[in-house]
């Protein structure tokens, strides 16, 4: 699988703005994404995930704020990011894999295959 991440930029806090991760490959419906995101100087830290059947999971910093997604028919995976603030400040990476315990869809190492990161920036 060979994942392309895109909709990062500039935006002002309080913003909004869709990242999606775009998939090749047939077998992306049976595959959990997740978003990960890496700021400057700090650790890749988990950010949303969605597992084959839909459910989703958010780390505790944006539940409420994002929505993460996907459409199958499109091999593609949603980030919605509403009231983006400052600290949402980095390069975001989406991720996927088999993976079938919700619980460790927020751990990066469970994940094969990843998409080349793109820069969101918030402004204050």
């Known amino acids: 699988v060979q994942l392309q991440a895109s909709g990062g930029g500039l935006v002002q806090a309080g913003g909004s703005l869709r990242l999606s991760c775009a998939a090749s490959g047939r077998t992306f419906s049976s595959y959990a994404v997740g978003w990960f995101r890496q700021a400057p100087e700090k650790e890749r830290e988990f950010v949303a995930a969605?597992?084959?059947?839909?459910?989703?999971y958010y780390a505790d910093s944006v539940k409420g704020r994002f929505t993460i997604s996907r459409d199958n028919a499109k091999n593609t995976a949603y980030l919605q990011m509403n009231s983006l603030k400052p600290e949402d400040t980095a390069v975001y990476y989406c991720?996927?894999?088999?993976?079938?315990?919700?619980?460790?869809?927020?751990?990066?190492?469970?994940?094969?295959?990843w998409g080349q990161g793109t820069l969101v920036t918030v402004s204050s």
């Open positions: 969605i597992s084959w059947n839909g459910g989703s």
């Open positions: 991720a996927a894999d088999g993976i079938y315990s919700g619980s460790s869809l927020r751990y990066p190492d469970m994940y094969d295959y």
